[in-house]
Nanobody
């Protein structure tokens, strides 16, 4: 059973930074592409960023390029999302996902974490 566990969320002020972590168990780090999605209240889950199996390729939502950075530590089976210059509109539950290949689509990922809340106050 593959498990993904997110951590690092919290309440911050606009302009602050946060780093989210996603630890995977029962899943060799290099065997899956990893991604972050987010879901705000009343909205659909949206793509944030993704990274390929060995970390050579990354993809970002256009609106987040330059502020968010995805990375992974294969030895630690962990993916990260560094979020800088946070804005109130970044407030959402952030989900980690794992899948066979890098994609921006929710349905491409078969494994999901439970989510971590990020709240940005103005």
């Amino acid at each position: 059973q593959v498990q993904l566990v997110e951590s690092g969320g919290g309440l911050v002020q606009a302009g602050d930074s946060l780093r989210l972590s996603c630890a995977s168990s029962s899943l060799t780090s290099s065997s899956a592409a990893m991604a972050w999605f987010r879901q705000a209240p009343g909205k659909e889950r949206e793509f944030v960023a993704a990274i390929s199996r060995f970390g050579r390729t990354t993809s970002y939502a256009d609106s987040l390029k330059g502020r968010f950075t995805i990375s992974r530590d294969i030895a630690k089976n962990t993916a990260y999302l560094q979020m800088n210059s946070l804005k109130p509109e970044d407030t959402a539950v952030y989900y980690c996902a794992a899948g066979l290949r890098l994609s921006t689509v929710v349905s491409a990922y078969g494994y999901w974490g439970q989510g971590t809340q990020v709240t940005v106050s103005s």
